[in-house]
Structure formats: structure tokens, C-alpha cells
């Protein structure tokens, strides 16, 4: 059973345009979760991440949201550059488990 | 710091065949962990472990075996591999902590079963 799940497996946006990665899950116990980048032949790289205390953390250009009720979070990156090209995984920290990945390709 | 280390990069196999997959971690990091990836199904957790001696299943531990001897090791075997092995293999490895959560990815073995 999938427990995290990103259903849009891939993801285009304009250089400059806002890039939204969404991720569900469905244990409610889940207390802290984290994004991950990976780009190709390369392992995933910790991107941000978010307790469950919080609704929102940001970073910079990257922001997560957290929507508990729904078991929702997203990741925001504005503005999106082409070097954001990659894939993207949530992660929910409490059992490891991962999504499938968002694959977001920016153009210049 | 070298990091998270995976030897070897790449492996071909025949089915049959035994191998085994080495991450070596310079961190101290307590936690060690096995993942595989395929395409459409992300990240998936096969084995890992809390501490030295210790291992435990994840997801897909089936048709794999492991050792944490060392601390800054953890080993991955498989003992006749299928060609439902054939994936890209990623060792991790995280401190211990309320908030240290985020794990540190080797940069993966590439293993085809024939």
C-alpha cells in the first residue's frame, strides 16, 4: 500500500513561472516530512522539510506547505530555474516511505 | 567527508548469481538504510538498520539479505538474483535525533539480472 503518494508523475513550467510539486499520504500519524531532489545518476539530495507542528516552512525559493486535515503538503518553487529540472520525492520521515517522484522540467 | 560511498557503480549478473552491495558512510551516522529504485514506483525501502548489529525488514526485503557489522557499513546481498532485481540501489544513512530527519543518499549502483 502506497502510503505517500505523488500522483503527477511529471510536471512542465516556464523559467521564472511557479512550479507546484503536491504530494498525499494517508497515515495521519506521520509527524515530519521532507522533499528530496535527484538529479540523474545521482543520488536524491535533501531539499526541505516540514513538521507536523507547522503548516508552512520556507527556504529561500522553496516553500512547503502542510495541509493535515486534507494529508496534503506541497511544494512551492518560485521562481523556477532551469536547474530545478530533476525529480522530486516526498518523504514521510517516520517510516521512510517515499513517493513515486515528480519529474518537473523547466524551460528557459 | 567522503559522504555515503556505494561499491561497485554498476553490475551485470546472471541470474543465479550472487553479489553484494557495499555503503560505507563517514558520518557516524547510527542509521543505515537500502532502498531500490524503479521507474513509477519511487523510492522503495528493503532493509535497514538502527545500529550497529542491528537490521530490520522495510518494504520489499524479499530475495535480500544484510549486515551492519560495522558501524560505517551496510551491507546488501542478494543470494540468487532474479531479473525482477534489476533496478538502481540507494544506501542512506541519517543521525540519530528529534529533528535530524534527513537522510544522506550514496550516489547508487546500477544492477541488471540477466
Known amino acids: 500500500d502506497q502510503q505517500v503518494k505523488q500522483n503527477s508523475p511529471s510536471l512542465s513550467v516556464q523559467e521564472g513561472r511557479i512550479s507546484i510539486l503536491n504530494c498525499d499520504y494517508t497515515?495521519?500519524?506521520?509527524?515530519?516530512f521532507l522533499w528530496y531532489k535527484k538529479y540523474p545518476a545521482e543520488g536524491p539530495t535533501f531539499l526541505i522539510s516540514?513538521?507536523?507542528?507547522?503548516d508552512k516552512n520556507e527556504d529561500g525559493r522553496f516553500t512547503v506547505f502542510l495541509n493535515k486535515s486534507a494529508k496534503h503538503l506541497s511544494l512551492h518553487i518560485v521562481p523556477s530555474q532551469p536547474g530545478d529540472s530533476a525529480v522530486y520525492f516526498c518523504?514521510?520521515?517516520?517510516?521512510?516511505?517515499f513517493g513515486a517522484g515528480t519529474r518537473l522540467t523547466v524551460k528557459p | 567527508n567522503a559522504g555515503v560511498t556505494q561499491t561497485p557503480k554498476f553490475r551485470v549478473l546472471k541470474t543465479g548469481q550472487s553479489m553484494t552491495l557495499l555503503c560505507a558512510q563517514d558520518?557516524?551516522?547510527?542509521?543505515m538504510y537500502w532502498y531500490r529504485q524503479d521507474p513509477g514506483m519511487g523510492l522503495r525501502l528493503i532493509h535497514y538498520?538502527?545500529?550497529?548489529?542491528?537490521?530490520a525488514k522495510g518494504e520489499v526485503p524479499d530475495g535480500y539479505n544484510v549486515s551492519r557489522l560495522k558501524k560505517q557499513n551496510f551491507l546488501l546481498g542478494l543470494e540468487s538474483a532474479a531479473p525482477s532485481q534489476t533496478s538502481v540501489y540507494f544506501c542512506?544513512?541519517?543521525?540519530?535525533?528529534?529533528?535530524?530527519?534527513?537522510?544522506?543518499f550514496g550516489p547508487g549502483t546500477r544492477l541488471t539480472v540477466l
Open positions: 497515515n495521519s500519524m506521520f509527524d515530519y
Open positions: 516540514i513538521s507536523s507542528i507547522k
Open positions: 542512506a544513512s541519517r543521525n540519530l535525533g528529534p529533528d535530524l530527519n534527513e537522510q544522506f
Open positions: 518523504a514521510a520521515s517516520d517510516d521512510m516511505r
Open positions: 558520518m557516524n551516522h547510527e542509521y
Open positions: 538498520s538502527v545500529g550497529e548489529g542491528t537490521t
